[in-house]
């Protein structure tokens, strides 16, 4: 069952990906990520309160609430960190080091929670990395523009926060309820959202968002809310190793929908790309 979890924590974040898409277009990305925020932390504790396991928060333990809140810290590190990284290098060059946290996580897995991987799980690893760093296009820049060495800096921060995310997640949902660790973890990425707005003084955009992005930018809560459910409770049945490459494939919905929404297509190398990550992910199951 966790593995059914696992693919039903892509297809909502393939969908959170379009549905933000439409809710950015005159929308600050900071703002509107953290009204999102807002939506994910009332759908976590809805939810909370559905299965009942409210009561349980009382029986928590320190380990428990010091993971869980490492773990959200450890979002809002990452967002902080991607974001100062594209603001100060070249996207081609940030994007493939982000997008790296999933061989970290794998390769963190196997060391601080002894997941096995073997000979085949190493070859989806490569798989994974090779079609990662072809899905991303190249564009000739017309202008040339002086970048600060501090961009690599970042962009690594920003991948080795992302995995340790996962791996914080996993010890700190471990005899949790998933829905209560979510809706706990959520908390915290909320104060770190809103900290993100407040630091860069975008609060005074909030009053000039579009009521029709509005709308999309809370179906992208919502669709960000089942994503992370639905990710917690694989990661605290399964292996972390293999749950997050399937969350990975949230790029297959991603991309469907942007064909169907946006008219956008891959290139022949993005689409070859895509067939290793989607392969080396399918590996990762055998």
């Known amino acids: 069952m966790w593995i059914l979890f696992a693919f039903g924590s892509a297809l909502f974040a393939g969908l959170t990906s379009v549905l933000a898409k439409c809710g950015i277009k005159k929308t600050d990305s900071d703002a509107a990520t953290a009204i999102r925020t807002i939506v994910v932390l009332i759908f976590s504790w809805l939810m909370v309160w559905i299965v009942g396991s409210a009561p349980t928060i009382t029986g928590l333990s320190t380990k428990t609430w010091v993971f869980l809140i490492l773990s959200g810290i450890a979002t809002g590190a990452s967002w902080l ?118 630091v860069k003084g975008k609060q005074h955009t909030l009053k000039d968002i579009p009521k029709n992005e509005l709308g999309f930018i809370c179906l992208s809560g919502l669709a960000t809310g089942g994503s992370w459910l639905c990710y917690y409770k694989a990661l605290q049945d399964g292996l972390a190793s293999v749950v997050v490459p399937i969350d990975k494939l949230s790029i297959l919905v991603s991309i469907g929908f942007s064909a169907l929404v946006f008219k956008e297509r891959l290139s022949k190398k993005a689409a070859f790309g895509l067939v290793l990550i989607v392969g080396g992910t399918l590996m990762m199951l055998i």
């Open 81 to 198: 960190c991607y974001f100062r990284a594209l603001q100060l290098g070249d996207v081609n060059k940030v994007v493939p080091i982000d997008k790296s946290s999933t061989i970290l996580t794998i390769i963190l897995a196997l060391i601080f929670l002894g997941e096995p991987i073997s000979w085949l799980k190493a070859a989806a690893v490569v798989l994974i990395g090779i079609g990662t760093f072809m899905m991303i296009e190249k564009k000739a820049d017309t202008e040339q523009k002086q970048e600060k060495k501090s961009w690599l800096l970042y962009a690594v921060l920003s991948a080795v926060f992302a995995s340790l995310t996962s791996i914080l997640g996993k010890i700190g949902i471990d005899g949790v309820e998933s829905n209560l660790g979510t809706a706990i973890r959520t908390g915290v990425v909320l104060v770190m959202a809103w900290l993100i707005v407040f």
